[in-house]
């Protein structure tokens, strides 16, 4: 068992960031990140969801991760606020463990019209019953949203590329969109 008791007055609760640039509009970034049902086609670390309810701003949903080396697979029920006007988007894990809660935002900036800064933002907090400690999963997290972060780019710009007609586009903008993927 690892020891979760931390010294002083304020414990820290882990937090990661990640951010990249996609080459893609805003709105065809949030859209596709925020249709939740194409996880699977954007992430390799998910294998299913199964999308629970969904309202105006929120959807309540089961990710089922692929399979581990050793064949494990693991599911958690997540609830998804998403803030439109601000293109940004709450994640937080109803049942966590081996974490005591888990928030994430996922922030969406434009840099122009055919660019756009994805940031993902982790904070996060250890069961004290589990068998890990902050340091380790700050440290899976970070190596998995490392990994995962450049294959959910690569995944919108070729899927932005599929979509986008270069010939309906003046030559000025399409040598501009051009420049950038």
């Known amino acids: 068992m690892v020891d979760n008791e931390r010294k002083g007055c304020c414990p820290m609760p882990g937090k990661t ?6 080459h893609a509009p805003i709105d065809y970034v949030f ?11 954007l992430f390799t670390q998910f294998e299913k969801v199964e999308v629970l309810s969904k309202g105006d701003d929120r959807i309540e949903f089961v990710l089922q991760t692929s399979p581990d080396e050793e064949g494990n697979g693991h599911a958690w029920t997540i609830l998804c606020h998403i803030d439109e006007d601000h293109y940004q988007v709450f994640f937080s894990k109803k049942d966590p463990y081996p974490l005591s809660y888990i928030k994430i935002k996922s922030t969406y900036d ?32 970070n190596k998995m949203s490392e990994i ?6 690569e995944q919108i710009e070729r899927m932005y590329r599929q979509s986008v007609n270069c010939e309906g586009m003046d030559q000025d903008n399409s040598d501009f969109f051009n420049s950038y993927i």
Not at 148 to 153: A, D, P, S, Y
């Open 110 to 141: 434009p840099m122009n019209d055919y660019l756009t800064v994805m940031t993902w933002k982790k904070e996060f907090d250890v069961d004290p019953k589990s068998n890990v400690n902050v340091e380790q999963v700050e440290e899976y997290i």
């Open 31 to 41: 859209d596709l990140m925020n249709d939740i049902e194409k996880w699977p086609s």
């Open 148 to 153: 995962q972060i450049v294959i959910v780019k």
């Open 17 to 22: 960031h990640h951010s990249i640039e996609i």
